[in-house]
């Protein structure tokens, strides 16, 4: 779990970065679960954009994820997820303690 000081500095980290990843009528699917798998590995810090034509509700499509990558769920603001997960090959967002 991130602590309150953790979590402000990844949502500051997160507010200069664009959703890569659009969730839309379909909702997710496994497809999708492995590119944002993959995304978090080289990334580490990701966004992904709930669209308006979806059904579901952001917050729990959130926690949806972050359970199934076994990311942190950073922030759901609106339709915006942001999801953080540490590279295990190669970290480099070097989070306070």
């Known amino acids: 779990m991130l602590k309150g000081k ?12 664009s959703p890569i990843f659009q ?5 997710i699917n496994e497809n999708m679960i492995r590119q944002i798998k993959e995304a978090l590995e080289v990334r580490e810090l990701i966004k992904v954009s709930v669209l308006q034509n979806s059904d579901e509700i952001p917050a729990e499509v959130g926690l949806a994820i972050a359970k199934k990558t076994k990311a ?6 609106g339709k915006t997820i942001v999801l953080y997960r540490p590279s295990k ?9």
């Open 72 to 77: 942190q769920l950073v922030q759901v603001i």
């Open 6 to 17: 953790q979590t402000r500095y990844l949502r500051s980290q997160a507010h200069h970065i």
């Open 23 to 27: 969730i839309g009528k379909g909702g």
């Open 89 to 97: 090959n190669d970290p480099k967002i070097q989070i306070p303690s």
